[in-house]
């Protein structure tokens, strides 16, 4: 009678385990997770409405601006996650702003640059580049980037400007958690193109379980975002805090690169 039972129970074990909800039981689907992060803040009065955007948006700052480090004490106030969004020399060498890191400094230069940075936003989990297609590519500034950061505890998003980025590369020879962006969603300041990249970023968020994007504080972008930002729960798909997807090894595959 016992090895019957026993029968018995192992055969109900091994079809509930092939078929969970046979029983009443769900199996936990893995959610899908998209982080978006909105860049550029702080030269503009505008800026600000970025912050009125639904959802666990994060923000990177530019050291040094006008409303940066108002704007970034309103968004650590209202439990976002904030980045420092360091300029970085890029190849057709555009004006970068105050807090840039070029190919000329050395490490001191660097260290002193970035702490001065890291004491105006103190509260940052971490750095993103703004530019940087030119210096994101040489390893060696971009060691002393992470050496910083790994000193500090704060982690680096690869903006993902140079499709040749020694970014990650050197974040992981240092031990510092890196993640890259897999879109841009308004490279063009239109609604259809934007709402164009939202769907792409869909489409990624749900090949890959995870998706991270950037967009910047424009007008537009906002007025769009607004009434795109709610249909992310119709797809099922949960906008978090970018620093959640860095417990997540795959949220690492870039789909496009865009200089400057």
């Known amino acids: ?3 019957i ?3 018995i129970s192992v055969t ?16 936990q689907a893995k959610s899908i997770r998209v982080a978006i992060v909105i860049d550029d803040m702080g030269y503009r009065y505008t800026d600000k409405n970025a912050l009125n ?7 990177a700052f530019l050291p040094h601006t006008t409303y940066g480090k108002k704007l970034a004490v309103q968004a650590n106030s209202d439990n976002h996650d904030v980045l420092i969004h360091i300029p970085m020399e890029s190849e057709n060498r555009k004006k970068l702003g105050p807090g840039a890191l070029t190919s000329d400094m050395n490490e001191q230069a660097f260290n002193q640059s970035l ?8 509260f940052a989990i971490g750095i993103n580049n703004h530019m940087g297609s030119y210096l994101t590519q ?36 240092v031990g510092v958690p890196v993640k890259s962006r897999h879109i841009f969603l308004d490279n063009e300041l239109s609604e259809e193109y934007i ?4 769907k792409q ?14 967009a910047h504080p424009h007008p537009k972008t906002v007025s769009i975002l607004n009434k795109l930002i709610p249909t992310l729960k119709l797809h099922d798909i949960e906008l978090v805090p970018l620093s959640q997807l860095y417990q997540d090894p795959s949220a690492d595959d870039v789909m496009t690169v865009v200089t400057n």
Not at 53 to 59: H, N, S, V, W
Not at 115 to 122: Q, V
């Open 5 to 7: 039972l026993l029968k």
């Open 1 to 3: 009678m016992k090895n």
């Open 53 to 59: 955007l639904p959802g666990e948006i994060t923000y």
């Open 12 to 27: 109900l074990l091994a079809t509930l385990l092939l078929n969970p909800t046979l029983f009443g039981f769900k199996a």
């Open 195 to 198: 709402s164009q990249q939202f």
């Open 138 to 173: 040489l390893y060696q500034p971009m060691t002393w980037t992470m050496t910083f950061l790994k000193q500090h505890q704060l982690l680096f998003l690869d903006s993902k400007t140079s499709a040749l980025s020694k970014a990650k590369q050197a974040a992981m020879d």
């Open 115 to 122: 702490a001065n940075s890291l004491a105006e936003i103190p």
């Open 201 to 214: 970023l869909i489409a990624i968020a749900k090949k890959k379980q995870v998706a991270i994007a950037i």
